[in-house]
């Protein structure tokens, strides 16, 4: 017979991409993990294309102008800005992630049992911290990227 | 090699680019700031800045290892992705494309950087 989590899974499972959202009990954390993968594919997207962007000095200072000018656009300036947002949640919450799988500074691991006390006391105020210094960080690109010259 | 093993290269890389990308953005990204402290960099994405930086030895070995540690931690991310809403048939073949796209990636930004730094 299966066990209760197991069928849960299979559930989720079942639900496919719909499933990544469906948060059940897990509540702020899961869609944490939500933007956590949506950003994460968006930075993967933007990798792949600047990548390919990077190419165009070899063909030349005309090319490389070119592009750097098209970049100037305001489309592209607010698209940097996106890209920036992406990248300091996804690096902050990761950062977090990482503390948390591995054991880090959240001390003994405890069961998960109501009222989720480790999950809480120790969990809860990382991400707070975290966001908190993501929302400064993210003021601060915002008055590079559209009020400061570059 | 387990996949637990590539699970842990990939929190490796992440780890390598919460330092190597920070640096990457903060100069490429944030001049403007950098400026208002007192730091001036002068315009970063001039031809002429582009190429000069692209000849030192220190650039040359943080973008391959910007580069190596991105592609491989976004790539096995989107992999990690996939295979969740891929049937367990077609998963080799979703595994296979995700390497061949990093392989093709990383071989043309490599090339990029090296054509950069011998001019």
Redesign the interface.
Known sequence: MRSGGAARLQVRRRLGVRGWIYAGRYGIDRYLYVLQRVSGLGLVLYLLLHIYETGARLRGEAAWTATMALFRHPVFVFLEFVVFAGFIYHALNGVRLMVAELGWLLGAPARPVYPYGSSLSRHRPWVYALMLLGGVLLALAATDIFALPG | MGESRWWLIS?AA??L??VL??IH?GLM?????L??TGVDLG?V???AE??AR?RSVTQLVFYLLL?AA??YH??Y??RS?LL??TPPRGQGLISGLVLL?GLV?FA??AY?TV??FTG
């Open positions: 929190l992440a780890a680019m919460v990308l920070t953005m990204h944030l001049t403007g700031l400026r208002a315009d994405r001039s031809f582009v190429t692209g580069l991105a592609l976004g790539l991310g989107l992705v969740e809403v796209a990636a043309y930004g990029v054509r950069t």
